[in-house]
């Protein structure tokens, strides 16, 4: 079946350092592979997707690459604000699927 | 778009009563997905319809759960009876045809006593 593993949090880095949050996943054919965002107290929002291997999404400074060899899709950003301060989940769908399967998130606490 | 609404925003139970959450999709979205999410299990996927029908209800832990889709514009997941271990948020979320971003509501947080 397909699965989702993301690095375990939490993570803390202090404002404008730069972030990556790995992800790796299992999956046949190919998938669509996501990020979403959690803030605190709230439900979860797209924050980038890749739909094709070598495909990069991104969105509001965050980036994340599409890798079929490594089948990575890992998050990035140059320089991360308070205000990005949420769970991160890794997700993926199979082809032609609706369903995403979750890793399980990882907590991002940016400090002054 | 008032975008996906979940009712309670907060429920608090005793073990043994019957608990009924809420949801409304966004208008026009026809696949709705629920959503059970735990700091030890992370998110799982209880149920997911499609045009109102349940697609994949392999994720509902025990008989006790059940969801309905009624109509385009209504879900409800039900525990009957309630156990302390069914503690957790339980998120909805809909989808539009051809779309693969799932929008989710906002929550209910479930607390079983």
């Known amino acids: 079946g397909n699965s989702v593993t993301q690095m375990e949090g939490p993570v803390t880095l202090s404002e404008e350092a730069f972030l990556t949050i790995n992800c790796t996943y299992t999956?046949?054919?190919?998938?669509?592979l996501f990020w979403y965002v959690q803030y605190p107290g709230e439900g979860l929002q797209l924050l980038l997707k890749?739909?094709?291997?070598?495909d990069k999404g991104s969105n509001k400074g965050f980036e994340a690459t599409y890798r079929k060899e490594t089948t990575s899709f890992h998050l990035e950003k140059g320089s991360v604000q308070v205000s990005d301060s949420a769970v991160y989940f890794c997700?993926?769908?199979?082809?032609?699927?609706?369903?995403?399967?979750f890793g399980k998130g990882t907590k991002l606490s940016v400090i002054p | 778009d008032a975008g996906v609404i979940q009712s309670p925003r907060h429920e608090v139970t005793e073990m043994g009563q019957e608990v009924t959450l809420r949801c409304k999709p966004i208008?026009?979205?026809?696949?709705l997905f629920w959503y059970r999410q735990t700091m030890m299990r992370g998110l799982e996927l209880l149920i997911y319809?499609?045009?109102?029908?349940?697609?994949?209800d392999s994720g509902m832990p025990e008989d006790r759960f059940s969801a309905k889709m009624p109509n385009a514009s209504f879900s409800t997941l039900k525990i009957q009876p309630s156990e302390p271990r069914d503690s957790a948020v339980y998120f909805c979320?809909?989808?539009?045809?051809?779309?693969?971003?799932?929008?989710f509501g906002p929550g209910t947080r479930l607390t079983v006593l």
């Open positions: 997700a993926l769908s199979g082809a032609g699927s609706y369903q995403l399967t």
């Open positions: 999956a046949t054919g190919y998938p669509s």
């Open positions: 890749a739909t094709k291997a070598d």
């Open positions: 208008s026009g979205h026809n696949s």
């Open positions: 319809f499609n045009n109102n029908v349940p697609i994949d």
């Open positions: 979320a809909s989808i539009s045809p051809g779309v693969y971003e799932q929008f």
